[in-house]
């Protein structure tokens, strides 16, 4: 735990500092015993910043780089919106006209907002049903050498799924919907994607310790190797080492850390897009999951629909990944709470700390 506390000693800051020790103190304790819970798991990574009310606290390994999964869509979301401020596509371009024919996959009518709010009608190659042989998750385990590109993963989605409808006829999450705006992106950048990510998002919010699995090396290296990752478990295999891993790409192949990733979230709400571009994303249409909904890239978190105890709370818009990993800006406590669980069997006690922490803001 680490805490921020203003110099001065004026009976106002005096009073903001007091507040922020308590705060960590009660979040430790919620903390410690989340960690004795998770046995050898052992404890997760949470990063809670509010400049305006005197708070920075972390716990767990702070500098640690771990996958962020689903977190990504958000950037790849970002460089949709920067790429359509500077007129180089729209939201409602034809994914096809980009890309060309995606038979099979996506039909010729889907635009690139649908991609990116999941009414696309593409299916979802990471979890989606399958039409025959393993799922996706089942293969990223069992050939863990696997180097994943993503024309391998329209390919699966083309041959081993159908698509889940017509092009705006129902909200459907989707990470091949991702892949393919990460394709838009190259066609229009006319670079890799990951170049694209680096030199839009990364290196000018100074995220030095971000990179694309598999893909690059921290955007600040100047040739220097990363190191591993902490461990990252699909169900009970822990698979931070395993190539397999490339699959995500555009739809979260991020690795960053806590600090990294309450840049991004920081950066969202002031310079990465414009107030048009970042109204749109906040814009929910659809209902993720009961507490969950979606607009363009980002969710929103209505905590009372999880229990009528927690109406009245904040709603907080950002992104969670399958691993337990949150980013989310609470705009009325003006928060940045970032988090990693490792696990995609720990989706149940990160919402429980998201909410604790919740709780503890309003306190202050």
């Known amino acids: 735990m680490v805490i921020q506390q203003p110099p001065s000693a004026s009976p106002s800051i005096s009073k903001a500092g007091f507040a922020a020790t308590a705060f960590a103190t009660k979040l430790d304790r919620h903390l410690d015993r989340i960690t004795r819970a998770r046995g050898a798991l052992g404890a997760p990574q949470v990063l809670v910043r509010s400049r305006t009310n005197g708070i920075d606290y972390s716990y ?13 869509k958000v950037a790849t979301t970002v460089l949709i919106m920067q790429l359509v401020d500077e007129g180089a596509v729209t939201l409602d371009t034809s994914v096809q006209s980009v890309l060309g024919p995606l038979d099979g996959v996506l039909a010729a009518e889907a635009t690139v907002r ?5 009414t ?15 799922p996706f998750l089942g293969l990223v385990v069992s050939d863990p050498d696997r180097f994943w590109e993503p024309q391998d993963l329209l390919e699966f989605s083309r041959t ?20 393919l705006a990460g394709l838009v992106i190259e066609a229009v950048s006319g670079a890799p994607f990951h170049d694209v990510l680096r030199d839009r998002i990364f290196r000018p919010l100074a995220m030095n310790d971000s990179w694309m699995m598999w893909r690059s090396d921290p955007a600040a290296s100047a040739g220097r190797s990363h190191g591993p990752i902490a461990p990252l478990w699909l169900g ?3 698979a931070s080492a395993f190539r397999s891993v ?3 790409w555009a739809g979260g192949g991020i690795v960053s850390t ?3 990733l309450a840049k991004l979230s920081e950066g969202l709400q002031s310079t990465l897009v414009s107030a048009g571009m970042l109204a749109e994303m906040r814009r929910t249409r659809h209902r993720f999951r009961r507490g969950i909904h979606y607009g363009t890239g980002l969710m929103e978190l209505r905590f009372g629909e999880f229990s009528f105890l927690l109406r009245g709370f904040p709603r907080p818009t950002g992104h969670i990944g399958v691993l337990g990993t949150h980013m989310f800006h609470d705009a009325v406590n003006d928060a940045h709470i970032v988090m990693n669980f490792h696990s995609t069997r720990e989706m149940v006690r990160s919402f429980r700390t998201l909410i604790r922490i919740e709780q503890l803001l309003r306190r202050r």
């Open 60 to 72: 767990g390994a702070r500098s640690t780089p771990f996958h962020a999964a689903s977190i990504g």
């Open 114 to 118: 649908q991609l990116l709010d999941h």
């Open 120 to 134: 696309s009608g593409a299916a979802d190659y990471f979890e989606g049903p399958v039409t025959s042989g393993p």
């Open 160 to 179: 081993r799924q159908v698509p889940v409808g017509m092009p705006g006829e129902r909200f459907q999450y989707s990470d091949t919907g991702y892949i």
């Open 236 to 238: 009970r295999v822990e």
């Open 246 to 248: 490339s699959c995500d």
């Open 258 to 260: 806590v600090d990294d």
